[in-house]
């Protein structure tokens, strides 16, 4: 069993950059998922607990990355070229498929955190 933890979410200007940080496990795939205000939660990406696999979302490929320092069981996900359409609370979950972007594959969920992008 893992239980998630974010942080480094805020307020940041259009074009700038964030990097939230997750406690989880080496030995699960971690996702990032978020929810804006009065939407549906959706995919953000995701890291493989086996070396090399990453999902992106379309809506953020070229400008997010995730990454995992597995002895620090700590997943990141670096935010870059930051829009407006990007404000959300982002969730951090576990799961214990080899790779997923459905959220009902993950079972461990973090608590969320606030990004806000304002122009």
């Known amino acids: 069993q893992v239980e998630p933890v974010e942080s480094g979410g805020g307020s940041v200007q259009v074009g700038g950059s964030l990097r939230l940080s997750c406690t989880g496990s080496?030995?699960?795939?971690m996702g990032w998922f978020r929810q804006a205000q009065g939407k549906d939660r959706e995919f953000v990406a995701s890291?493989?607990?086996?070396?090399?696999?990453?999902y992106y979302a379309d809506s953020v490929k070229g400008r997010f990355s995730i990454f995992r320092d597995n002895a620090r069981n700590t997943v990141y996900l670096q935010m870059d070229n930051l829009k407006p359409e990007d404000s959300a609370v982002y969730y951090c979950?576990?799961?214990?498929?080899?790779?997923?972007?459905?959220?009902?594959?993950?079972?461990?969920w973090g608590q969320g955190t606030q990004v806000t992008v304002s122009s």
């Open positions: 979950a576990a799961s214990s498929f080899l790779n997923s972007d459905f959220e009902t594959q993950y079972k461990f």
């Open positions: 890291s493989s607990w086996r070396a090399g696999g990453t």
């Open positions: 080496s030995h699960y795939t």
